[in-house]
C-alpha cells in the first residue's frame, strides 16, 4: 500500500509570495484560507492579562467546554455535554485524533473530491484508504446522499464539511438529513468538519449532529473567530467513544495551549466584532463574483460559505501550479493551484481566498484584469 502523500502546492505558492515580498515586492496573500483579521482585540487583551497571572501548565479549560456546549445550545437548538469535548490544536489534530481512535489501517474513507487537501493526505498517512467521490456542478461541489450509497462496498466512514474548502459550497438541509440516513442504515462513521460554521452567505448551516447524534464533529477557532495561529480547536465524539478518543489525545497531542483556551473563550463572546469580519467577506465575496465573469472566469462553485472561490481556469491551462505561479510572479497576487484539493481534475482549477481586506481585493482584480485578458487573447 502506497502511504505516500502530497505536497501542499499553496505552501510553496506562499514561500514564493513570501520571497517576492523580501525583494520589495507587493503581494496580496489570497493562497490560504486565512482570516488576515486577527483575533478580537478583547481575546487579546484577556491574552495579555492571564500572561501575567497564569502559570501555563497542562490544561483542558472548564469554562470553555461550558462555553461550547452553549454555542451548541444557541446556534443550532442541540444539546451536548462537556465530558464528549475534546479540547485541541485547531482542526488538524482533531482530524488525526478522530480518524486514529475511529478507525483501523486499511479502513476505507470516502470524501468529495475536490476537498481539502488535509483529509486525503492525513487518511493516507494513518494506512488508510481514502474514496474520493467526484463532485461538480451537477452536484452543487458536495457529496450527495446517492453517490455514498452507490459505493460498494460501504466505506467505514465518511468526511462531510459543509461549507466546504475548496469550493464554499453546502449540502442542503434535506440532503445532509438524507445523508445521515444512509449512514445509519449502512453503519458508516460520519466524520463532520465544521469549521467553517458561522461562516455562510446563505443562512445559518445546521450541525451534522441534529441528524446523526453519533457523528463526530470537528471545529476550530481558525475561521469565524479569526484565531489561526493560536491554535485551537475540538472534537466531539459520542459517549461511547470518549474513554478511546481521551487515551488517544492524551497519548498523541495532550492539550492546547493555556493562553489561547483564554482568549478563545472571550472570542466567543465578541459577536459584533465576527460579525463584522463576515460583512467583510460578504463585500469581497460580492466584489469577485462581480469581477470573475470580466475575467473569463464563468465557471464557478457556488461560494455559499467560508472565503473561497473554486474557478475553473481549463480554458486557460491545464497546469493549475504554473498558472498561479505564473500569475504571482508577474501581478503579485498569491492563490493556490486545483492539484491541492482535486489531484484528478485540479490541473484544471484553481481557488481564491477572499479573506483579505476590501481594499486588498480591489487592488487584486485590478491587477488580474489585463493579465486575464492577455490570457484570454493567446
Ligand atoms: C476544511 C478545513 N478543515 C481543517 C482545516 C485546518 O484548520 P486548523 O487551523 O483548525 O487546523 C482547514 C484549514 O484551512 C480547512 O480548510
Known sequence: MTTDID??????ISRLAHALKAEGRSVIHMEFGQPSTGAPPAAIEQAHR??????????????????IVRLYEDRYGVAITADRLLLTCGASPALVLALSSRFSPGDRIAMARPGYVAYRNTVKALRMTPVEIACGPAEHYQLTAAALDALDPPPAGVIIASPANPTGS??????????????????IQILSDEIYHGLSYVGPQPTMLAFA??????N??????????????????????VERARAYIGNLFLTPPSLSQHAGLVAMDQHEVLEGHIEVYRRNRALMLGALPGLGLKSIAPPDGAFYIWADIGHLTDDSVAFCEALLRETGVATAPGVDFDPVDGSRFMRFSFAVSTPQVEEALERMRPWFAARLRD
Not at 505536497?7 to 510553496?12: E, N, R, V
Not at 447524534?213 to 470537528?218: G, R, S, T
Open 7 to 12: 505536497p501542499f502546492h499553496a505552501i510553496a
Open 50 to 67: 492571564v500572561l501575567d497571572a497564569d502559570s501555563m501548565g497542562y490544561w483542558e479549560s472548564a469554562p470553555l467546554k461550558d462555553r
Open 170 to 187: 453546502v449540502i442542503e438541509t434535506a440532503e445532509l438529513a438524507e445523508i445521515a440516513a444512509i449512514c445509519r442504515r449502512k453503519t
Open 213 to 218: 447524534p453519533d457523528a463526530m464533529v470537528i
Open 220 to 241: 476550530s477557532f481558525s475561521k469565524y473567530w479569526s484565531m489561526a495561529g493560536w491554535r485551537l480547536g475540538w472534537l466531539l465524539v459520542p459517549t461511547e467513544q
